[in-house]
């Protein structure tokens, strides 16, 4: 299978501590790199994970909290000083402009790679980015300010070929891609061999959504149906409901009926407040709905 | 002996590595705190070094380059959330207001203490700071842009009370203070025991400067002379002292040039580029030249 992988980086909420990074992942799909939020601690988080910087595609901010924002002059200035030279896009919600610009301005006035600004309407779900291998959309979140989560759906792959039966019937392998893409095969004699007897399906298309910062929001769920896997935001465990309620943001317990009401496949955990020594609880009480549930760490690799 | 010590924080030059954080220092005289430069990922710096954050006095800027700045929102900010209420005062060159008050405006809105940033002339050397126990003053340095040193310098303690002679001569302990500032003692019979005698001298008057980035500049030994330690940035080898005069940095040779020249007590150097696998080439060529000389690390304490 081609890769799909989320590399977290960093899932603590906005205080950082030497166990959790505020949030920052990044997304290879394909060796293209993605990244979601960019807390402080980026570019360093980047080299002990031994991510090549070179292949960031992209960076998509949730909303504009200095725990999700804070790393970004920092690496744009690095991609400067490593003489980066392809565009990087960045988006994000209202004010990103107003916010960045006088800092990129300043700070990397010289650059040798143009960095775009791009302001997301964080209101409706929209297709922001598509390439060859994946399209990335918005999902609207609720929380203090305008804010969004993103959606990463891998574009569907071709069937694979079936080695054994190219060879039985002899087809030559320039027809491969033609068979791949649909094509039956004739025979010299005139027999039609259909493709599908050439060929085993494709991969399932997978698909990964980033929920955070968010109160909870159960009309998420029909946006989310049958993701592959959810990180959604457990700031807080139910015992600290009212304070989650009061701060915008989701307890472990909302973040499971999420995932139970979209029938995701897993469930990862994030951006924990940095008041709960362990997060054993937070997974306790998610597992309770929603079996399939994971933390995320810093450091952790989850293949899709 | 009162405390007067440094914490290195991060003693890398512009790239940050997981060796090195770019420039931040801690130093705490008599538990007061100050802070220098405020690389990113200071906040982290702080809790892996079990500085109590609240201690904060004020924050000394040396230029507005990346490497010496990108952590400070981010610490103003988990300052803010920590509750502090103490104004913090932040030092730095021009355009520290037009660069940070606006970051200030949108991410510290509701801050419950004043941050007041204060512009400072990076031409000549100038009181900036004065308490009960320090004096701060700026060190002019030569740099692509707008920059200075920092210099600071504990104010004389009072002579040490000798316990055997104020038991000796039955001077009752109200006096002490008096004694300390100086007075004589008339004993009952009229004879006066002079105050040294009751005395040990006071603790030499320490000094800590601070001195980074700066190409080689001879004339700061003069304000230099005889400081207790010297922090000098060491960016390059001598095998690089074209570049670093193109880039308005230092070698070890020229570090340890103004070390000698102004006869400090130790050399510490720092700034490492992130070129150099082991700094231990840097340290052998200053040593060379000033022997009493040191490599700074992260997490490293300095006492005085």
Same mark, same amino acid.
């Given at each position: ?15 950082? &501590? ?5 949030? @920052?992942?990044? @997304? ?13 601690? &980026? ?78 309407? &964080? ?14 959309? &918005? ?65 399932? @298309? ?99």
């Amino acid at each position: 299978m081609e890769k799909f992988e989320i590399n977290i980086l960093g899932c603590g909420a906005a205080l950082p &501590t030497p166990k959790h990074l505020s949030s @920052v992942q990044v @997304v290879n799909v394909r060796e293209k790199l993605f990244m979601l939020d960019c807390a402080e601690g &980026t570019q360093m988080a980047l080299r002990r994970s031994h991510i090549n910087f070179t292949h960031l595609r992209a960076i998509f901010l949730t909303h504009l909290h200095g725990d999700h924002v804070f790393g970004l002059i920092g690496l744009l200035s690095t991609l400067r000083l490593l003489g980066r030279l392809q565009s990087l896009h960045v988006y994000g919600p209202q004010d990103l402009q107003c916010i960045f610009q006088p800092q990129i301005d300043y700070f990397c006035a010289e650059s040798p790679f143009e960095i775009l600004l791009h302001e997301i309407d &964080t209101k409706k779900p929209q297709l922001i980015y598509e390439d060859r291998s994946v399209e990335i959309s &918005t999902l609207p979140l609720s929380h203090r300010v305008p804010c969004c989560g993103y959606l990463f759906r891998e574009k569907p792959t071709l069937p694979h070929i079936r080695r054994d039966a190219i060879d039985y019937y002899q087809i030559p392998l320039s027809q491969i891609n033609n068979i791949k893409a649909g094509m039956d095969w004739t025979m010299p004699d005139g027999t039609v061999i259909p493709h599908q007897r050439l060929t085993t399906p494709p991969d399932p @298309v997978r698909s990964y959504a980033y929920c955070t910062d968010t109160a909870f929001r159960p009309q998420l769920a029909d946006l989310l149906q049958g993701v592959t896997c959810l990180y959604h935001e457990a700031t807080f465990t139910s015992e600290h409901a009212l304070l989650a309620k009061n701060t915008h943001h989701s307890t472990a317990t909302q973040a499971a009926e999420i995932a139970k009401d979209a029938q995701v496949g897993k469930l990862m955990l994030g951006h924990f407040s940095s008041r709960y020594k362990s997060e054993e609880m937070l997974l306790q009480e998610a597992q309770r709905i929603f079996p399939n549930t994971l933390l995320a760490n810093d450091g952790m690799k989850v293949t899709l």
